[in-house]
């Protein structure tokens, strides 16, 4: 039996799941080598990955990953309590879609922007989905108007759906046929809601609202990426409560801000990095409204990672 090549659907750490060319979906272990090559991270090999298992299975009758394809991309996140920890979220994502509510569990501005940051630090294009339209009243859909046309001014294209609706998530359906897409967001915001209207043969379970808290409560440990009937596959990513950007150099920060970038060389200093110094185009653009302070209190929170500027962004979608 020659060597084989499949794509893994759901890492646990210690097992993998690989779907194969002939749609057989087997359980595998990696070998330990690869925990210690590439990147550090809690795992070597993550959902969307391109594997290679060894022709021979081992002594329990299981496949063995003996490597993986070079990654086109991936995306990683650090726990904010541990810092020197990284896990990789998904491989080989064409496209990503962040879960964004207003209410039930609320989403914070600053959560937003630092995925879009570690998105764009991995050139991975994104599209914010704002779920859960039918729980808003007349002032809060006001409330989300803005903060749409808010991102979509600065480049993100943005959806208002009720991921129970069929008709509403249409468009992604559409868009995802033939790509590998990912799935992100908070706890409780529909991820697997709409992975289940997507495709209701996959039936993933759907969790409750913590009515303490309004927070979701975890339906997924790992990400899962799923296969659908329609074409393509849909990466399901356990519910994040902080974004962690890793990896990144506090001097190319303002590169992963669109209507940052657009700025570059409009400083009187090319080294700017748009906190104290003089004649700073981006300090400018934020005093003018062109740039939105919101925005702006995310880099400098990355910037410090002091916490203080997480603690006056936290207000959120408010």
């Given at each position: 039996?020659?060597?084989?090549?499949?794509?893994?659907?759901?890492?646990?750490?210690?097992?993998?799941?690989?779907l194969l060319p002939n749609g057989e979906i087997v359980e595998c272990r990696i070998r330990g080598r690869l925990r210690l090559e590439g990147l550090k991270t809690t795992n070597p090999i993550a959902a969307g990955d391109i594997v290679i298992l060894d022709s021979k299975s081992d002594d329990e009758g299981k496949r063995v990953i003996v490597n993986y394809e070079v990654r086109?991309?991936?995306?990683?996140?650090?726990?904010?309590?541990?810092?020197?920890?990284?896990?990789?979220?998904?491989?080989?994502?064409?496209?990503?879609?962040?879960?964004?509510?207003?209410?039930?569990?609320?989403?914070?501005?600053?959560?937003?922007?630092?995925?879009?940051?570690?998105?764009?630090?991995?050139?991975?294009?994104?599209?914010?989905?704002?779920?859960?339209?039918?729980?808003?009243?007349?002032?809060?859909?006001?409330?989300?108007?803005?903060?749409?046309?808010?991102?979509?001014?600065?480049?993100?294209?943005?959806?208002?759906?009720?991921?129970?609706?069929?008709?509403?998530?249409?468009?992604?359906?559409?868009?995802?046929?033939?790509?590998?897409?990912?799935?992100?967001?908070?706890?409780?915001?529909?991820?697997?809601?709409?992975?289940?209207?997507?495709?209701?043969?996959?039936?993933?379970?759907?969790?409750?609202?913590?009515?303490?808290?309004?927070?979701?409560?975890?339906?997924?440990?790992?990400?899962?990426?799923?296969?659908?009937?329609?074409?393509?596959?849909?990466?399901?990513?356990?519910?994040?409560?902080?974004?962690?950007?890793?990896?990144?150099?506090?001097?190319?920060?303002?590169?992963?801000?669109?209507?940052?970038?657009?700025?570059?060389?409009?400083?009187?200093?090319?080294?700017?990095?748009?906190?104290?110094?003089?004649?700073?185009?981006?300090?400018?653009?934020?005093?003018?409204?062109?740039?939105?302070?919101?925005?702006?209190?995310?880099?400098?929170?990355?910037?410090?990672?002091?916490?203080?500027?997480?603690?006056?962004?936290?207000?959120?979608?408010?």
């Amino acid at each position: 039996m020659n060597d084989l090549r499949g794509r893994v659907l759901k890492s646990t750490g210690k097992w993998y799941q690989v779907l194969l060319p002939n749609g057989e979906i087997v359980e595998c272990r990696i070998r330990g080598r690869l925990r210690l090559e590439g990147l550090k991270t809690t795992n070597p090999i993550a959902a969307g990955d391109i594997v290679i298992l060894d022709s021979k299975s081992d002594d329990e009758g299981k496949r063995v990953i003996v490597n993986y394809e070079v990654r086109e991309n991936y995306i990683v996140r650090k726990s904010t309590n541990l810092s020197k920890q990284m896990h990789i979220l998904a491989a080989n994502i064409d496209q990503a879609y962040l879960m964004v509510t207003l209410k039930f569990p609320e989403t914070h501005f600053v959560f937003i922007d630092r995925f879009l940051v570690a998105a764009e630090s991995f050139r991975i294009p994104t599209t914010l989905i704002f779920n859960k339209v039918d729980l808003l009243d007349d002032e809060e859909l006001l409330s989300l108007k803005a903060i749409m046309f808010m991102y979509e001014s600065i480049g993100y294209p943005c959806h208002a759906i009720s991921a129970t609706n069929a008709a509403d998530v249409q468009f992604l359906r559409n868009e995802i046929t033939d790509q590998q897409v990912m799935i992100a967001g908070h706890s409780g915001t529909g991820k697997s809601t709409l992975v289940n209207a997507l495709d209701p043969t996959l039936d993933l379970r759907v969790g409750e609202i913590s009515v303490a808290h309004h927070q979701g409560q975890h339906t997924t440990t790992f990400a899962e990426m799923h296969p659908l009937q329609s074409g393509g596959f849909i990466i399901d990513t356990p519910g994040i409560r902080a974004f962690g950007v890793v990896n990144l150099e506090k001097e190319v920060i303002s590169h992963y801000f669109p209507e940052m970038r657009k700025l570059i060389g409009a400083c009187k200093f090319h080294n700017c990095q748009h906190l104290n110094e003089p004649a700073c185009a981006v300090k400018g653009a934020v005093k003018n409204g062109e740039i939105y302070e919101s925005r702006y209190l995310t880099y400098l929170q990355l910037m410090s990672e002091d916490g203080e500027a997480y603690r006056r962004n936290k207000r959120g979608l408010e």
